[in-house]
């Protein structure tokens, strides 16, 4: 056996533990609990070089009739980023835009999770009040999913305050209760920093939470100062991006 599929085994196991959630103090660890963590296509995690972290699966695919389960809920989620046209405040959307293209979370080089895996209970606003009690399980989660990416160079893309409370956790061992302005860390995120996981070399770059990005430029970034850096953060991930597919191609 390859080691290629010893890494589709042990993502496959690593999801099951995540539908089976063994951490029981967590808040949406009950009866209704929705956990979302997509399947990699079999041999497909040495092709990850960017993983996107949002805060949550939305509340609103609750409501849909037709996605009953969490499998269905993927489903939908993955032909999402494969057929949107990335305008609108999802993060689907908004994933679509910072790397210039559609993707398979699946199966291609980027990868997509989430903060909390767990779909809110009431609403999305319920992160506010169970974040402190729900991030540290997520939190080893998340390190798995990081540690089974073959990959020793990867980019990681945080969506809102939530998410990168979570990616400095793990890579700073910054306090997970501390969600701090991502507008404040925006500014002074260095782009060529390499945090160190494990063998892994990783970037980090912020970006606003979609659903309340334009409302924030508005009040907030009066100089554009923090467009201008989600613009050049947005440049980066597409110019590395290019560079590591050119690099796959140099591969005999």
């Keep these: 056996m390859n080691s290629m599929s010893t890494s589709t085994i042990r993502w496959q196991e690593l999801r099951a533990r995540v539908k089976e959630c063994p951490f029981r103090d967590c808040p949406r660890n009950n009866g209704k609990k929705s956990p979302i963590l997509f399947e990699r296509e079999d041999d497909s995690l040495p092709k990850v070089r960017f993983i996107a972290v949002s805060q ?41 835009r910072i790397f210039g293209k559609n993707f398979s979370p699946a199966a291609d080089e980027i990868y997509w999770t989430h903060a909390l895996k767990c779909l809110p209970l009431m609403s999305d606003k319920d992160i506010q009040r169970i974040w402190k009690r729900s991030a540290p399980s997520c939190a080893e989660h998340f390190k798995a999913e990081l540690d089974l990416v073959p990959s020793r160079e990867l980019v990681i893309v945080s969506l809102g305050g939530y998410a990168l409370a979570l990616c400095r956790y793990v890579l700073q061992e910054k306090p997970l209760d501390s969600v701090e302005r991502v507008t404040e860390y925006i500014k002074v995120a260095d782009t060529e920093r390499r945090f160190v996981r494990g063998d892994k070399e990783v970037f980090l770059f912020p970006f606003l939470h979609p659903a309340n990005r334009e409302r924030v430029l508005k009040q907030l970034d009066e100089d554009g100062g923090i467009q201008r850096r989600e613009e050049y953060f947005t440049r980066r991930i597409q110019q590395l991006n290019a560079w590591w597919a050119c690099r796959r191609l140099d591969v005999p």
Aim: hydrophobic share 25%; aromatic share 2%.
């Design 56 to 96: 949550e699966p939305g509340f609103s695919l609750r409501k849909r009739s037709n996605l009953a389960s969490s499998e269905q809920m993927e489903r939908g989620l993955i032909e999402a980023c494969q057929k949107s046209r990335g305008s609108g405040t999802s993060p689907v959307n908004r994933l679509i």
